[in-house]
């Protein structure tokens, strides 16, 4: 079972769920301001089991893929994966992933039903669904799989941020407001970041084993300046959504994280050894996820 635990990549867990809880929060903020019954808990609960099913499926996929593509050996730094190292055999380790897929599936199904009945938006929704199903496995499994390519940053950015936040705040409300992509880039651009110090720590093995990623496209030292880019960025799409709503001080104590983010940048601008990125990895995951937190947490109490 340790085997399994391990090729779920639990400490990835609390960010694929952060978008959810920022587009939940907002849903609650809205409506406070209204008279009408926005906020749905079992929206929140089958939106989170499908960013958990979702996120499960794509470490999978990305434990397998690896393996098969050779990026997976023993110059590979950080935590050893679970098909390269023999502890759970390829077919078991497809069938798992046929499982997961399936009842992220019938999870999000029950998801946009719940939500939003049977309609023409229905349809929309169960495309994004299959979509993120499918970029959750063709990462980096399967034929010309696009993490290869340096499309990684994008994918993330757009689920874990653009449709993660969005999508579930329509969800909740059956609409949408414009202010609304301001956290949710805000949440992509730090998602996207988490992925970046991934990419750097593993620049010198991805880009013996082919994997053009972004950062083995650009280099250390561009990635680096990249990386600065994404985490201000994400800090300051939330800052600048808290200014236009201006309603309470609240709203501010997500930037109780502000010390953490700057204490991480300045470790990763001084590196010089990518193999000691590793624990960074954890520090931007944990830190994304508390200011998710907090920030959902100002909305709600304001």
Not at 31 to 40: A, C, E, G, H
Not at 64 to 88: C, E, F, M, W, Y
Not at 105 to 117: D, H
Not at 207 to 221: D, E, I, P, Y
Request: one cysteine or more; glycine letters at 8%; aromatic letters at 10%.
């Amino acid at each position: 079972m340790k085997h399994w635990l391990s090729a779920f990549r639990l400490r990835t867990l609390p960010l694929a769920v952060s978008s959810i809880l920022v587009g939940s929060a907002m849903a609650a903020h809205v409506q406070k301001q209204s008279s009408y019954d926005l906020f749905s808990p079992a929206v929140l609960a089958l939106a989170l089991l499908t960013a958990v099913l979702l996120q499960i499926l794509s470490n999978l996929a990305n434990d397998l893929g690896d393996h098969q593509h050779g990026t997976d050996n023993k110059d590979r730094v950080g935590p050893q994966r679970a098909v390269q190292s023999g502890a759970i055999p390829v077919a078991a380790m497809k069938r798992a992933m046929t499982a997961c897929g399936t009842l992220a599936f019938l999870s999000g199904c029950a998801l946009i039903t719940v939500a939003l009945g049977f309609s023409a938006i229905t349809l929309v929704f169960l495309i994004l669904g299959l979509l993120a199903i499918g970029a959750a496995v063709k990462y980096t499994f399967g034929k010309n799989p696009y993490g290869y390519a340096g499309l990684g940053d994008v994918s993330v950015f757009l689920f874990f941020g653009i449709v993660g936040v969005c999508g579930t705040f329509y969800l909740h409300t059956r609409f949408f407001e414009w202010p609304l992509l301001l956290p949710a880039a805000g949440s992509g651009f730090l998602s996207a970041g988490v992925l970046n110090v991934n990419n750097m720590r593993d620049i010198m093995n991805d880009a013996a084993s082919g994997k053009r990623t972004l950062v083995v496209r650009m280099g250390s030292t561009n990635a680096k300046v990249y990386h600065v880019a994404l985490v201000l960025g994400g800090v300051l799409c939330l800052t600048s959504f808290i200014l236009l709503a201006n309603e309470s001080a609240w709203h501010w104590i997500f930037l109780l994280t502000l010390p953490a983010f700057f204490i991480h940048l300045k470790r990763v601008l001084s590196n010089t050894e990518p193999r000691l990125l590793d624990p960074q990895l954890k520090t931007l995951a944990l830190t994304t996820f508390l200011t998710a937190i907090l920030f959902s947490l100002g909305l709600i109490l304001a």
